[in-house]
């Protein structure tokens, strides 16, 4: 992905993504979040074209972690294991190398809660 040998645990975006920016401000009080629901055939088509280059190496990245969530939630919960797939997968997102992201991960676990 964005590996630099010289900054191996943290690798920013390589240019900056304004439409997906979240800016927290902890003197207002946030929203809960909403529970998603399945987008429109309108929607879907929306974007369909526009973001097709990005479905394999989305899905390439994100399939060994799919991967390790199933047999994870085998031994936990399948909560968990969404939280901490989750959680990694946005961190390799954020630049983190998958391994860091993996490991910092795992050391918010105690006795495999969160």
């Known amino acids: 992905m964005f590996y630099n040998s010289q900054q191996p645990y943290y690798q920013p975006y ?42 394999h190496p989305v899905l390439n990245l994100v399939k060994p972690w799919v991967e390790y969530g199933v047999k994870e939630a085998k031994y936990t919960s399948v909560s968990h294991a969404m939280t901490e797939i989750a ?7 954020k630049g983190y190398n998958p391994t860091v992201a993996h ?12």
């Not at 998603?36 to 055939?41: M, N, V």
């Not at 959680?87 to 997102?93: D, E, K, M, P």
């Not at 490991?103 to 969160?114: D, G, Q």
């Open 87 to 93: 959680a990694i997968t946005y961190l390799i997102g």
């Open 103 to 114: 490991y910092i991960v795992e050391s918010w676990e105690k006795n495999e809660h969160f």
């Open 14 to 55: 390589p240019e900056p993504l304004p439409q997906y920016q979240y800016h927290y401000d902890p003197r207002f009080p946030q929203a809960s979040p909403t529970i998603p629901t399945e987008p429109t055939e309108q929607q879907i088509q929306q974007y369909a074209a526009q973001f097709q280059h990005l479905k």
